[in-house]
């Protein structure tokens, strides 16, 4: 087992990366400071791994809380069912909410502990490889309006990640290939040598080499630990970890949720950032095309594939939160491994880029 | 004007107290930082005030909701009306809202800033007698739930908190007198020469002296921001301020919103709470008339009437937030001018109390 610390003084809490975590009852039990546990999960999930957390928690007064799966369900009404089971368990403020499950279960859990009678603990056990190499870890918690994504949420850091890379073994092709776009995004943002690991090993890492997938978890965790370290609110840095996203996020605005999965949506978007950023003159030809043979060998897609036209793709990019008093911001590649955040960067150049992937 | 400053490091803020503040434009635009205000304020406020504070808004880019009135309607759905309004307003993470109005816009107000996109500025215009001296100041932000008050929120400051009492001319005598209820609160739990200026200067206070007014709501909100710059996040001393509130809350989850106001079950509250320390020894039976006596010249009430059960009234205080572990803590006296949290009082000594209440 690996162990990282996230820093945030009285709010630091460690990430344990490996395999059969959650056959080890201490790593989860002492991060639990009360007497009460909400296990927050989904009905894909329950059926896998909830009796075996359950089983974990022997002593504990533990209840659970099982919601419909898919970023759909991302919603003020479902942590509203959240809510509900905390109250009719009447759960008080020393209780602690586990998230089982992906990125959608922990964003939701998160901000249900973070809002529940004004804040209660929680941990996060993701269960797929995009939630545990990113939503897992840095305490963005929040959900969708049909207006936008993640547009409701509060920061509110967990009391430990538990990443058992095992959950792995019951998670299909695409949602495994999904998270692969987020590993890939810390090679691109800041990380030329884990770019450069990736390319060598994407082969091995597609068919589920264990102690690749624990060396690729443990770097994007790291990665995105020391970057949440410097910037937890998100006011500088931090915001290199959405390369990608303000595209992603009006793919999957546009098109609704499940068209595209979250990470399928950010692979295309890593591609138009660096489309841009080559018309901006920082990346080569080769460079584009480097990233875009890293996309396609993790079998991710890399355009819209004509399901959105070019004029819905910037209106729906103009609700993004990088939007600052009426302007889009972008994060940018100087170069491979070398992120930057841009409010520079030609109009005329972004309508190429938004029509050439439209 | 008064002005009074809440100490809580970078998230320090003023309290401006006086009359005719709402035709100080400066005051409230130097606490605005972007460009994009949303004004939020509720059915009864808007007729009265809502143009005079868009009139201070002069070059900047104003949005409004106005919401339906009453506790009853302190709801995550009502909160999603605002982030309705910001998102098709296209409202970006620079943006202010303000709340206009009671405790009741306020805490929703508050609570929309504390989730929109993870975290907005907002400032408090509260125009009610228990929002100026209360709810306004220190940050607890939330809306209820079915099965309980106040159970989902957040801590987040606002900017400033502007107190025009002049706004109190508009305000009803039951919801004045509801007011006086949190004024009263503040003698009780910690101030005894307040508490004796109060029973000095009852008559006219009800009679609405503007500087008696002025005079209490200062000094309400002096003692309210020294307990919160002192615990913030209501992990100690804090919890004082919710003298009556446990037996309050009760009451105002078994009879619904409405048939008590806020203040009127705080008034039953405190009184019951004076009883039990009575009970406990620590109050003369002649201290407890002094409260009575406050609380009916407040044309306030001092029985819940037979509306409630006493067992009704005991299950519905186990749902409240003071629960830990299953325990009701409560605020008691040691005398008047002198609040204490107890675990530790005698369960049939409260069960004698509810059963005389109800």
Do not use: W
Not at 141 to 149: D, S
Not at 337 to 348: H, N, T
């Amino acid at each position: 087992m690996k162990t990282l610390e996230l820093d945030l003084g009285e709010k630091s809490y460690p990430i344990y990366i490996g395999q059969g975590l959650l056959d080890q009852e201490k790593l989860l039990t002492n991060h639990i400071a009360g007497k009460q546990v909400m296990i927050v999960t989904n009905t894909t999930v329950a059926p896998l791994y909830l009796e075996q957390v359950k089983s974990l928690l022997g002593s504990l007064n533990v209840a659970q809380v099982v919601l419909p799966d898919g970023e759909q369900y991302k919603t003020l009404d479902t942590v509203n069912l959240i809510f509900d089971a905390l109250l009719e368990n009447r759960f008080d403020r020393s209780c602690t909410l586990i998230a089982l499950g992906g990125g959608v279960v922990g964003d939701m859990t998160g901000f249900a502990a973070a809002s529940y009678q004004r804040g209660v603990s929680f941990i996060q056990i993701p269960t797929t490889l995009l939630s545990q190499v990113d939503s897992s870890v840095g305490g963005k918690t929040g959900v969708n309006h049909p207006l936008g994504k993640n547009m409701i949420g509060a920061f509110h850091q967990p009391k430990c990640v538990l990443i058992d890379v095992d959950t792995l073994d019951t998670l299909d092709d695409r949602q495994y290939a999904a998270g692969m776009a987020e590993v890939i995004k810390y090679g691109l943002l800041g990380n030329a040598d884990f770019l450069t690991f990736l390319q060598d090993n994407i082969q091995n890492l597609m068919r589920r080499n264990k102690d690749l997938i624990i060396q690729s978890v443990y770097q994007s965790c790291t990665d995105k630990a020391n970057i949440v370290a410097q910037d937890e609110l998100e006011s500088g840095k931090r915001a290199l970890l959405n390369l990608g996203h303000t595209f992603g996020h009006a793919i999957e605005n546009t098109l609704g949720y499940g068209v595209f999965l979250h990470g399928e949506a950010i692979s295309v978007g890593m591609l138009m950032a660096a489309k841009l950023s080559q018309l901006a003159g920082d990346l080569s030809h080769q460079d584009v095309d480097q990233v875009q043979d890293l996309l396609e060998k993790s079998n991710l897609p890399i355009s819209v594939d004509g399901k959105i036209s070019a004029s819905e793709f910037l209106s729906a990019m103009s609700v993004d939160k990088k939007v600052i008093d009426g302007n889009i911001r972008l994060i940018l590649m100087k170069k491979l491994g070398e992120a930057y955040l841009s409010d520079y960067y030609q109009k005329e150049q972004l309508d190429q880029v938004i029509g050439d992937f439209c």
